[in-house]
């Protein structure tokens, strides 16, 4: 059966609520290593009660903070996937669930009324209807299999103010790159506020790309597997003992996340910092469409296994 325009819809609101309420379980257990590594008492209280703060989130189905965020949609479509209509007719869908979602929350409203200068200037005033708030321009990836995954990441305007995209001589050393990185994240990680922070980090060719493979790293990866390069990140900003709400103790991250994309011959790489608090990355994901491999490869695989397996 075809996956429905209806459902996709649905998806999407279903997706913004589980991304503004609660931690997902890697958030939680990356939470409760922290509680056990941080040395200062008074600040594993405080991470103790951030954690107990998401568990009432989730129960409750309250946002996770006041600054219910910005939608950012990505849409995994896989090549084989059976969808209702065109691909002009799933945007709407996708974008008419991000409204519903906003709704159902209720988001904060944040939209902005007016032309383009009245925008800018927030002379005109908000509306005061939540749903209104438009999301950032949808991503759309081709997977392999036969299913659709609506991603949702809700993105506070604290951490964006306190991130960055710019350029970084490489010297033909990946090193200096991370480094450099690391430096850029320790000047603003006290101004953050709401620490321990969680940066996500791409790198690429273009502004552009960078920015896209940072968003990729907050939603493909999870917490619990970090690499060489974002454990020299992590450690270097707890190392200036800035801690959690910036008080001082052992853990100021939880975990940085890294995406490397393709680069171009040239001294120069293009990253970008996103300097994410403590909620971060707020995400959530709905899956439509049959569970059961469909592409051949994979229908091999399974009939391998249960072989192996009887």
Not at 79 to 89: P, V, Y
Not at 106 to 121: I, N, Q, S, T
Not at 142 to 153: A, E, I, P, R
Request: aromatic letters at 4%; hydrophobic letters at 40%.
């Amino acid at each position: 059966m075809s996956i429905t325009l209806s459902q996709i819809q649905k998806a999407a609101e279903e997706a913004l609520i589980q991304a503004s309420c609660g931690f997902r379980p890697d958030q939680k257990a990356a939470y409760q290593r922290a509680i056990a590594a941080e040395q200062e008492p008074g600040t594993q209280g405080m991470l103790k009660m951030m954690l107990e703060n998401a568990e009432i989130s989730e129960q409750n189905t309250l946002a996770l903070c006041d600054d219910t965020g910005i939608p950012h949609v990505t849409v995994d479509i896989g090549e084989d996937a059976d969808i209702e209509g065109s691909l002009g007719k799933l945007l709407p869908a996708v974008a008419a669930g991000i409204k519903d979602g906003l709704r159902a929350l209720p988001g904060r409203p944040m939209a902005v009324k007016g032309d383009d200068l009245e925008r800018l200037a927030q002379s005109a005033g908000l509306h005061a209807d939540s749903g209104l708030l438009e999301p950032a321009p949808i991503r759309i990836k081709s997977v392999q299999g036969n299913q659709v995954t609506v991603h949702v990441l809700m993105n506070g305007g604290g951490p964006e103010i306190r991130s960055k995209t710019f350029r970084i001589f490489h010297h033909h050393d990946a090193n200096h790159v991370f480094h450099e990185i690391a430096n850029w994240a320790i000047e603003v990680v006290e101004l953050l506020g709401c620490t321990p922070c969680v940066p996500a980090i791409g790198i690429g060719r273009t502004h552009y790309e960078a920015t896209n493979l940072m968003l990729d790293a907050m939603t493909y990866r999870d917490f619990g597997d970090e690499t060489e390069a974002e454990k020299l990140i992590t450690d270097k900003l707890n190392a200036s003992f800035t801690g959690s709400l910036g008080v001082g103790g052992t853990v100021t991250a939880l975990q940085t996340f890294i995406k490397v994309g393709p680069q171009r011959a040239s001294g120069v790489r293009i990253a970008t910092l996103r300097m994410g608090c403590s909620i971060d990355p707020r995400r959530g994901s709905v899956t439509l469409g049959p569970a059961r491999p469909e592409t051949a490869s994979e229908q091999a695989e399974e009939r391998s296994a249960h072989a192996s397996n009887p």
